[in-house]
């Protein structure tokens, strides 16, 4: 029996699996190893943390004499809650590197660092409750921790996923950061800095009271082009014994705007229900199983999201129309005339303001004059419950 080959629930380490980024990964590779530091955004559930996965490949790679292969650490800050918890994640990122000859200098690194600092780094990952410590102490420990990561290569990237969770860490880390990777001494080493909220990456980093203020190139996670992602999903439908007509797959790729995660997922369903329901995969079974994807279990959190701003003040109400008015309308003329009274907005010009909050909020993405709603789904789902859809009954 075949395995239903699309995965969507996690990020991809299968180098197969990874769509369309081959040309942009050889870009950022040469950038950081050129010596610049790169903050890449993009939007939740994109596919920042696989496209890391396929740089690292790059990276790896000899680019030339001037660009050798360089040591690449991933080091996710997802719980990066406090100092403490910042030493874990890199303790982490060390310990558990893929490549066993960096995970033993690692653990080199680790034992000189614990006898230099008088004890050991486990003891401050492990612990919940901990007395007699400063946070000069703390911060002494991350900043000898993160000295570690450069010295694990020649040269070495080092990766900082989630890096806008440290905008809320108590403690000063972007000095700390500054001050173990970007001093005298540490030019064999550069940072790529993802983050999913794209005004607090640039807050940290465009801001010149921030400590690394103008010390990255910013770069954003671009589309998957259509063409590419059709032949993957041509290839996977045909290597798992289902035919799929190229017209039932560009309509997935239509309802899902080739977005990596909603793409993957609704392949994932109609891959399932034409095995389970002995159907051929076609632009109605396409349909279906969008439409039970849109009633799912994401569709409370759709919910929930138009409910807390519909509670909130004006501003946020405009938000919620601002939602409204790309689903139904697409993200072109979103100031035209008619769309004023059309979605009760006050005036044209508080509709651009609600769209860069939704921006800041990580529900909408500006590419040049265009704008959308990140998620596919959620915008489907809008679609389906806006006072002004034309519906069947209506007709």
């Not at 939740?44 to 004499?65: C, N, P, V, Y």
């Not at 045909?238 to 909603?262: D, I, V």
Request: charged share 25%; with cysteine; net charge negative.
């Amino acid at each position: 029996m075949a395995v239903n080959p699309f995965v969507w629930s996690r990020p991809l380490d299968d180098p197969a699996k990874i769509v369309g980024m081959d040309g942009f990964a050889r870009e950022v590779a040469l950038t950081l190893k050129g010596q610049t530091n790169v903050a890449l955004f993009g939007p939740r559930d994109t596919g920042k943390t696989t496209f890391t996965t396929q740089l690292a490949r790059e990276l790896e790679r000899d680019h030339g004499a001037d660009a050798p292969p360089h040591v690449v650490i991933r080091v996710n800050l997802e719980r990066a809650f406090s100092v403490p918890a910042f030493i874990a994640c890199v303790h982490d990122a060390m310990v558990r590197h893929p490549a066993r000859a960096i995970q033993r200098e690692a653990r080199r690194q680790l034992s000189a660092l614990e006898k230099e600092l008088g004890f050991d780094i486990k003891v401050v990952k492990g612990a919940v409750r901990r007395s007699g410590v400063t946070p000069a102490q703390d911060a002494e420990a991350l900043h000898a921790a993160l000295g570690s990561l450069a010295r694990l290569g020649g040269h070495v990237v080092v990766v900082f996923d989630e890096f806008q969770r440290l905008h809320r860490c108590p403690g000063d880390p972007l000095a700390i950061i500054r001050s173990a990777l970007m001093s005298p001494g540490t030019d064999h080493v550069a940072l790529l800095m993802t983050g999913s909220i794209r005004e607090a990456l640039e807050l940290m980093l465009s801001s010149s009271r921030e400590p690394i203020f103008g010390e990255a190139a910013h770069m954003e996670l671009p589309d998957i082009p259509e063409v590419e992602f059709l032949e993957y999903l041509e290839f996977q439908f045909e290597a798992t014994a289902r035919e799929a007509p190229e017209e039932a797959l560009l309509h997935l790729l239509a309802l899902t705007s080739s977005h990596p995660k909603r793409t993957q997922q609704l392949a994932w369903g109609v891959w399932n229900a034409a095995a389970r329901r002995r159907r051929p995969v076609t632009i109605d079974l396409v349909d279906e199983v969008y439409g039970e994807a849109l009633g799912g279990p994401d569709a409370g959190e759709f919910q929930a999201t138009v409910g807390l701003l519909s509670a909130g003040g004006e501003p946020e109400a405009n938000e919620v129309r601002a939602l409204f008015l790309l689903a139904d309308r697409g993200g072109e003329h979103v100031t035209a005339r008619d769309v004023v009274g059309l979605y009760g907005f006050g005036a044209r010009s508080v509709i651009t303001p609600a769209l860069e909050r939704l921006r800041a909020k990580g529900l909408a993405v500006r590419r040049g004059r265009r704008w959308r709603i990140a998620d596919p789904f959620f915008a489907g789902w809008l679609q389906r419950h806006s006072p002004l859809a034309l519906r069947a009954e209506d007709l």
